[in-house]
């Protein structure tokens, strides 16, 4: 299957830390991203992970660990601006239809409260 | 030169209209897709272009055609649409498909908001 599930709403208070998951159930998994969407522009990437483990940019970090499919990508310090939704997409890899397409959750509506 | 634009950004359409989408990128990039995008649903691929040839198509109706002229152009022609068609059109791009990893990194253009009418 393809089922990819985050939380449809979070809110967090500014200066905070939260943590956004990402649960994929994919055959042929090749890669995970993070994207970042404010409300009416264009997604912009956050982060790549292909392995398990944790990477770092900034105030931003994304975690993957393939055996549990499941991923998150963490927020510190969080700025008023970072009030946006949070797409996981998951590459298929392989060959067929279908092959290195990214395959989009629904998002996670992240509001940040002073 | 933004890596990927999208004209127009907004568009309202009757059901027997027919208009098209433009997206453009500078991005020297072989790959480029067409998403819809809807309230409350994940982002819909619609088409996948590699180098100018359409290698996906996402069983799309019909009345959505789309034209590759070069690898840095991409429309999308819109015939008799209908009112559950409304939603936001994005274009995107990447260094290649297929290609796994960071070849697949889409950079996504602002989107044309669509209403149809």
């Known amino acids: 299957g393809q089922n990819i599930d985050q939380p449809t709403e979070m809110t967090a208070t500014e200066g905070a830390i939260v943590q956004i998951n990402c649960t994929y159930q994919t055959s042929g998994f090749n890669g995970l991203f993070w994207y970042q969407q404010h409300a009416g522009e264009a997604p912009t990437f956050l982060s790549y992970n292909v392995l398990d483990g944790l990477e770092e940019k900034g105030r931003f970090s994304s975690f993957l660990s393939r055996s549990k499919g499941f991923s998150y990508l963490l927020l510190k310090e969080l700025q008023m601006k970072d009030s946006a939704s949070y797409l996981c997409?998951?590459?298929?890899?392989?060959?067929?239809?279908?092959?290195?397409?990214?395959?989009f959750g629904k998002g996670t509506k992240l509001s940040v409260i002073p | 030169e933004t890596g990927v634009t999208q004209t127009p950004r907004h568009l309202v359409m009757g059901m027997t209209n027919k208009k098209s989408l433009k997206c453009e990128q500078h991005?020297?990039?072989?790959?480029m897709y067409w998403y819809k995008q809807s309230a409350k649903k994940p982002l819909e691929l619609m088409f996948v272009?590699?180098?100018?040839?359409?290698?996906e198509n996402n069983s799309v109706p019909s009345r959505f055609s789309p034209e590759c002229p070069n690898s840095s152009h991409l429309f999308l022609h819109l015939h008799t649409l209908q009112p559950e068609d409304s939603a936001l059109y994005l274009c995107?791009?990447?260094?290649?498909?297929?290609?796994?990893?960071?070849?697949?990194?889409?950079?996504f253009g602002p989107g044309t908001r669509l209403t149809v009418l």
């Open positions: 995107a791009s990447s260094q290649a498909y297929p290609g796994g990893g960071l070849y697949n990194e889409q950079f």
């Open positions: 272009y590699s180098l100018e040839e359409r290698v």
């Open positions: 991005l020297g990039h072989n790959a």
């Open positions: 997409a998951v590459i298929l890899g392989g060959s067929g239809a279908g092959s290195y397409q990214l395959t």
